[in-house]
């Protein structure tokens, strides 16, 4: 008569089970290289930046929609003149906020403010642009592309963050966004696009023409 055997199942082991086991996972830290220039556009690096990924917290919205009223501030120009914000009620205004003078992005969207000022001066508005940038790099700036309207020195971004300006690439990137005024110094529009600088433009005019 033949035999039968069976082969039962051995028990796992106690390596096994560890290996299985759920362990906690430590938080990725990720390192930006020293004095590097990022391929992003907008953002220069001039020293080691480091940010904890699963913890670090960052705005995707600006805390200021159409129909509000953002704060009124005072910034030195290109030239070193004081420019408040107040001055220019009565009119439409463009206040676009960018990374950096002369990372690729900000500058293909300086040009591009600067090739459709005609319109902007006939839709009756005045463009403004703030950055980080001290007085001097704006004056170089404006002069090398010749810019024909005004650029603000918002050092150590206080204005930015009174604005509530979001960050991008998990708050390593200043924000690119665009808001319009209307004559009463309210929000018509807000345009974030980082990598589009150039829409900044075509969505500022739609919004404009709209306000005849």
């Not at 938080?27 to 020293?47: A, E, H, N, R």
């Not at 805390?63 to 001055?87: C, H, N, W, Y």
């Not at 150039?198 to 023409?209: V, W, Y």
């Amino acid at each position: 008569m033949a035999s039968l055997s069976l082969s039962l199942p051995t028990k796992p082991s106690t390596v096994s089970n560890r290996l299985h086991s759920k362990t906690p996972k430590a938080p990725i830290t990720q390192s930006l290289p020293s004095s590097s220039q990022s391929q992003f556009y907008g953002l220069k690096f001039f020293t080691a930046v480091s940010f904890n990924t699963p913890s670090a917290t960052f705005r995707k919205f600006s805390i200021f929609a159409k129909g509000m009223t953002p704060p009124s501030f005072t910034l030195k120009d290109q030239e070193g003149r004081s420019v408040s914000l107040s001055k220019f009620k009565g009119k439409p205004v463009v206040v676009y906020f960018y990374p950096a003078d002369e990372t690729p992005g900000c500058t293909k969207q300086a040009c591009a403010f600067r090739d459709s000022y005609e319109k902007f001066k006939k839709a009756g508005a005045e463009v403004l642009g703030i950055s980080g940038d001290s007085t001097e790099s704006h004056k170089t700036f404006a002069k090398k592309y010749r810019l024909p309207y005004t650029l603000l020195s918002d050092e150590g971004n206080k204005v930015r963050k009174e604005w509530g300006v979001p960050s991008d690439l998990f708050g390593t990137l200043p924000g690119r966004e665009t808001y319009v005024l209307d004559k009463n110094g309210v929000v018509q529009l807000v345009y974030n696009n980082q990598f589009q600088p150039e829409k900044h433009i075509d969505e500022t005019l739609k919004l404009l023409q709209s306000l005849k």
